[in-house]
């Protein structure tokens, strides 16, 4: 069996590039190509600590959450949301809207849920792959309070701890949010990446 | 445990929405919720049916070809590659790039992979959510093809027989991938969805 924790931390060590201004390129298990088993260990890893959450939705964020969130889902059995950027044809109806603002593009990116999939009552827990400054986190975390559901978590594989991701949440009404990542990264100054221990 | 095929065509019948030109909403199942151990049931469906093509690889494109990608990836237990729709800031290095007319959008739109993760001896299955005109799937074959890797196969979800996907494929130099679908239809005239039996 992998373990998620070792595994995430030794490729991130081993063959994760540092790109500047705190781009990691893990391309090769999150980004662009996923390795299944890997991905189900991560999902396994999510999936038990959370277990006291009672948690009966999973929601991330398109693109690259998607993955680690079908295998957290498939690990808890519930139902799993993936945020939309743009709202498609099919998405009729009422919708619950957030924004996050986007470092790469300027302004803000806006995620679209369905009223259909995310209800009150739901027990959420948010998973992403990235937890950098904490703005999509919380675009998630605001969707699900928009809906009345009550988020207990947040799981993310890989936290740029450096980019103060939890003070954000913290500092805008998920204090009592429980966030667990799978690997953190204290910095990426000089060309290195340094993993907390 | 659910049977794919029985669970895709029940769902379309009972819960599918024809919106019109075609349209076809499932949300609830591919497009915007997932149901994560339905979205298993698919991929050891694919995988069963192209059990004897000793795949390497499984490539889709973002975004709704992830889930079923990734499921059939870990019942072959081969790494999966989506292709991106616009190339990230950290795809660097060379990459294969096709493009596929859209319909939503008129114009093209440009699929692109990381010559890292497609590579000469591959054997490639392409897995993803729809098969509608082809042009996404034939998108997908050409990154395959152009990547000097071998197309085995292609398995959709929800084929939308009358829209001619399979001949478009056969007319553009992909007649001998094999083409499995989990369900297919025949007309969305009139408000209607009929399935093929």
Known sequence: MINAVEYIRHFISAEGRNLGNGILKVDA???HQILPEVMQAFGQEFARRFASQRVTRILTAEISGI?????????LNVPVVYARKKRPVTMSGPVYLAEAASRTKGGTNELVVSAEFLLAGDRVL??????????TSAALLNLVREAGATPVGLGCVVEKAFEGGRAYLHANGFAEVSVESLASILS??????????
């Open 188 to 197: 990426m100054d000089d060309g290195k990446i340094v993993l907390a221990d």
């Open 67 to 75: 993955a680690p969130a079908v295998m957290t889902g498939l690990a």
């Open 126 to 135: 948010v998973i992403d792959d990235f937890l950098a400054r904490g703005q």
């Open 29 to 31: 298990l999150l980004n």
